[in-house]
């Protein structure tokens, strides 16, 4: 089952706009990571942020943690066509073991 | 550094036959996870291996079976073949050096399976 979900179910912007993904879950975790996924490839790790951390930037990826209200923000800023994906947040709370929202289609137009 | 391998990339099955997915992790990685990708119910954790032991189990029947060596590559069997079990199995690996889980994992590309 997943644990959460994640919110828009798809998203539609151009390029040089910003994205913002939002993702909720149910459960006490350890991190939450967010990952993304090319046309049903495997899954390339964007950035992991741990439950005692609220805020990490990596390049034009910025995340958010709140742990109170259960939910994590994934930004990216200045997108481009290449960020065309999918992008899932993932909680871990038992060794690696990970359980990832429904996703968000992000589409970004040239 | 070599990313995680699986192998084979493609693969169809009958109902009724049994299948083996092989994954390679990167190198010096100790955990090893499986993940079944549908579109209907979305990724789903399997199992996780540690140094050569199950250390976490999905909601999976018993036909979902794996296993590590001691090189930590691991495999993946499925018995029984149905329809439903038509997915990406994906494969990751992580470093947890500390045995403490709380890691990163490393995505392999996927063994799409198609059950005729």
């Known amino acids: 089952s997943q644990q959460g979900e994640e919110d828009p179910q798809a998203l539609s912007i151009q390029e040089g706009e910003n994205a913002t993904m939002n993702c909720s879950y149910k459960t006490s975790i350890n991190n939450l990571q967010w990952y993304r996924q090319n046309s049903g490839r495997g899954l390339v790790h964007l950035i992991l942020?741990?439950?005692?951390?609220r805020e990490k930037h990596s390049g034009r990826l910025r995340v958010t943690l709140d742990t109170s209200k259960k939910s994590s923000s994934l930004l990216i800023t200045a997108s481009r066509a290449a960020d065309t994906a999918s992008y899932f947040c993932a909680t871990n709370n038992a060794g690696n073991m990970l359980t990832f929202g429904g996703g968000t289609r992000l589409m970004v137009k040239p | 550094k070599a990313g995680v391998t699986q192998t084979p990339r493609y693969l169809i099955k009958t109902r009724g036959q049994q299948v083996t997915l092989s994954c390679s992790p990167i190198s010096g990685h100790r955990s090893v996870s499986w993940y079944q990708q549908t579109p209907g119910q979305g990724l789903q954790f399997l199992f996780e291996?540690?140094?050569?032991?199950?250390?976490n189990k999905g909601n999976f029947p018993g036909r979902f079976s794996g296993r590590q060596f001691s090189n930590s590559r691991s495999e993946m069997n499925v018995s029984t073949l149905e329809l439903g079990d038509s997915a990406l199995y994906l494969c990751a690996s992580s470093l947890d050096r500390l045995r403490r889980g709380n890691t990163e994992a490393f995505f392999g590309q996927g063994t799409r399976l198609t059950v005729v």
């Open positions: 291996y540690f140094s050569e032991t199950q250390r």
């Open positions: 942020i741990r439950s005692n951390e």
